[in-house]
């Protein structure tokens, strides 16, 4: 089994930053991927980024590509999502995720965190 809390959520004006975290624990070994997820409200999960273990596959959605970057601390077993000039259309719960294939499919991942809210206002 495998732990994962994400922290960092919280209300930010549009175009400012805010970066989130998600603190892996348990079986982290069986840990290739992970993934950050998020849903609007009213709307269904949508993916995000993902990383690789090492870091060497990284992808992201449209919407977040060249505003988010994603990256992680295998050492400390956390992984990041930095985020900036944030929409009002970023507003959501962000889910953190790991699984073994780098996919940006939602059934794709075994573990979920409970969820980290964030509210970008305009």
């Known amino acids: 089994q495998v732990q994962l809390v994400e922290s960092g959520g919280g209300l930010v004006q549009a175009g400012g930053s805010l970066g989130l975290s998600c603190a892996a624990s348990?079986?982290?070994?069986?840990?290739?991927?992970l993934a950050w997820f998020r849903q609007p409200p009213g709307q269904e999960r949508e993916f995000v980024a993902a990383?690789?273990?090492?870091?060497?596959?990284?992808l992201y959605s449209d919407s977040a590509r060249g505003r988010f970057t994603i990256s992680r601390d295998n050492d400390k077993n956390t992984m990041y999502l930095q985020m900036n000039r944030l929409k009002p259309d970023d507003t959501a719960v962000y889910y953190c995720?790991?699984?073994?294939?780098?996919?940006?499919?939602?059934?794709?991942?075994?573990?979920w965190g409970q969820g980290t809210q964030v509210t970008v206002s305009s």
């Open positions: 995720a790991a699984g073994t294939p780098v996919e940006t499919r939602v059934d794709e991942y075994e573990y």
């Open positions: 348990g079986e982290t070994h069986t840990v290739y991927t």
């Open positions: 990383i690789s273990r090492k870091g060497s596959t990284i």
